[in-house]
């Protein structure tokens, strides 16, 4: 059988002092995912806006970067992977060494040579993309993404995951043959993102957005309301209009479409997209053989998905105030098995519920790595649970009263959902053989 | 049925010019695995010592990763990940901010705060678990790890992935409540890297070897014997003794043990296991409590793979002059499949072909996504074959002459073996069958 996973051997250390504990710095800010999230050892602070992302962390990143991967594959995403170095040359060529000001991170080499350490890459891909020198209009369009740890040296980094100095990105960079098909990658690649939230559950408004220090002509956000979001947005009540506030003429209060008043909202940008044109594309001259083998820059967009910052973003606008709540899909570990208290009545029921903990890994072979068997029997039940709610597994299947009844009933805590259900061992894998991994 | 994987539409830019062909810049040293990576679109530079890792190589980046995953959680590793910027104080306590010298990438900050980009995180994983007050000897063995970028300015990178000044490594660190306890966790992640090479079909040597930077008292490398290594080894011909030159006694010849003359080798070296002691928990005090209650210092070992180097020396050791090998388990595909050419007189064995694709995919599900449909067919079967053999797919399927008859007998090249078999559709399955996907 497979190995078990005990929670006291797990690498998550809760209950810290002090700024760990999610208090923050004196007179400094602090969320709702980021006291969280700290309190509940996924994430330990380094430095400014630096973070270890601890164990659980992890599993919930690379659940969700596996969902990314599904849904870039699907418009037709290739994966590559790009330097952090991003020389000064080419940043200077495209305006941006300067424009980009002091968020950018700069550094020598040992030969003095000048490097960034890249925000993004829209300079780089569009260089490697010009290096084809036998692009095809066949070939198009072009379809690049990576997910990699990005850099930028904000100047009030805080809230945790949500704006920090060191985050991961899906960055997307398509390249296709005309305007109106390089249109239609955006509109697909926006579904995506739709697709994406969907799937996670996360309660998102599209809303028309500036275009900013990355350039083009047409851009929108993927937004979460939240009351700490950075982003004002304002809303149609009826769905016609959604923007941020950046984007609107000044005194604009209504609907352009209704005329209806515009409501006000906060949002946390968690995804952005650009349609380019040949911003770039003309600085490398990246260009494509088009019919009649005349080369012609390929028209670009580009298209980031904040990772980290989503994961911190679930946790801020599903969580109670002393509860995390996960998108059940991405969730470190979907399951929590609490078995009796050592030395209470029910205490022979442990061998029960950890044979449950078997048999469900057998049967459901997906779960197995997904459980974890909170072994601290010297805590009574009630305070594994309340842990257990602090930490957010979907499901927590507890070693109750019943547990020493023919056949067994165990105790099983759907907490998103926030129902608690009696249930036999079949009753117990049937249940949770719907439950999905990525 | 699942969308078919069309070469033409790959990004994997072939026949480059130049530098990007591997022929280097002028006088600059190159190897086989930088030439044949180059010229087969896996890698693309981005500058001295960076690179693109182009869709292929991701994938079998991922694969390994996958596979090092296993090895690690075997020993019961858990993963997590920690920030690249590493502050100058932290460096600069466990004295190796100076001891590194201009191999550290260094940067400050927008407030005039050091930090180095890091290579190595000795110092930021014990401040770590230094950070958890309440450590029991009861959690140890601790065993965390990584597989993230890390960064060196080297003075000569060269040979494209094999010394690049970015790279991804996997790091773990562990964490032991007494020396002997520490020296048995040595001995199980050694045993866990001989597991990976051994998967990987990768003939490796385990050499006594130096601590250089990183310090502590034992130390070896896993080295892939190869002309091109950096390394000097020596090797007692009946296997009792190896060890990297810099390690022996000024003028020792002969083995130690059994006194018959070492013989010399060069070597790549894909992996390094350090056995620490105290040396950085005593710097953080990173202690737990014994049985008695009372603070103890954590003794510590530490252990790396190269990840992009691995790739790299896979395909140095394994390739032909002109033609990849990969490990099949990494493979960036598994399959390749060669339609007839356009016009030619076995044309309408395009469709059997295409159906053997889909019917394969269907009863092979692991496979789907590891197949490539070249569909040149513009060119000539050879042609393409000779593509397919630079590319070193470790089987390639083709429509020859045979696909008319009936049933269609396809020929299948197992590239890696170097044999070639007449085979019907039922055949093909049974074979590849077999074929695994980490």
Tied chains: 1, 2.
């Excluded at 929590?336 to 205490?347: L, R, V, W, Y």
């Amino acid at each position: 059988r497979a190995k078990r996973l005990l929670l006291s051997q797990l690498f998550q250390p809760l209950n810290l002092q002090g700024e760990a504990a999610g208090e923050g710095k004196a007179g400094e800010p602090t969320c709702r995912s980021q006291k969280l999230m700290l309190q509940a050892g996924l994430i330990h602070p380094s430095g400014p806006g630096c973070y270890h992302y601890l164990p659980p962390t992890v599993r919930a990143m690379e659940k969700l970067i596996k969902v990314m991967d599904e849904e870039m594959r699907a418009v037709g995403g290739q994966k590559l992977n790009m330097p952090s170095l991003g020389s000064a040359e080419l940043w200077r060529a495209s305006g941006r060494w300067d424009h980009m000001g002091p968020e950018l991170f700069r550094l020598a080499d040992r030969h003095g040579k000048n490097y960034c350490l890249a925000p993004t890459h829209e300079e780089a891909v569009t260089e490697l993309v010009a290096s084809q020198t036998n692009l095809s209009y066949k070939q198009l369009p072009l379809r690049l993404y990576q997910i990699t740890r990005k850099f930028r040296d904000e100047p009030k980094p805080r809230f945790g995951l949500l704006r920090s100095r060191e985050f991961y990105m899906k960055d997307m960079y398509t390249f296709d043959a005309s305007e109106e098909a390089a249109r239609q990658t955006y509109d697909l690649v926006c579904d995506a993102y739709r697709s994406l939230f969907d799937r996670l559950g996360l309660p998102f408004v599209k809303v028309r957005a500036a275009t900013g220090s990355i350039g083009g002509t047409v851009s929108h956000e993927f937004q979460l309301p939240a009351d700490v979001g950075e982003d004002r947005l304002v809303l149609c009540p009826d769905g016609h209009f959604a923007a941020n506030v950046e984007t609107l003429n000044e005194g604009q209060t209504t609907c352009p479409t209704c005329g209806k008043n515009l409501t006000q909202s906060r949002g946390i940008e968690v995804g952005h997209t650009f349609y380019l044109g040949t911003k770039y594309s003309s600085v490398s001259n990246a260009v494509f053989y088009s019919p009649d083998n005349k080369p012609q820059l390929a028209e670009m967009g580009c298209y980031g998905l904040g990772v980290t910052r989503i994961l911190a973003a679930s946790v801020e606008v599903l969580s109670t105030e002393d509860g995390i709540r996960w998108p059940s899909l991405i969730a470190p570990y979907q399951l929590c098995f609490i078995p009796p208290k050592k030395g209470s009545k029910e205490e022979e029921g442990a061998v029960v519920l950890e044979r449950m903990y078997d048999d469900l890994g057998e049967a459901l072979p997906h779960l197995a790595g997904d459980s974890v068997l909170d072994d601290r029997t010297q805590m009574t039940i009630g305070k594994r649970l309340k842990d257990a709610n602090k930490l957010g597994y979907p499901y927590v299947v507890i070693a109750g009263k019943r547990v020493c009844e023919d056949p067994p009933v165990f105790e099983v805590w759907n907490q998103n959902a926030g129902e608690v259900l009696f249930l036999t061992k079949e009753g117990v894998i049937e249940l949770l053989s719907k439950v999905q991994v990525p």
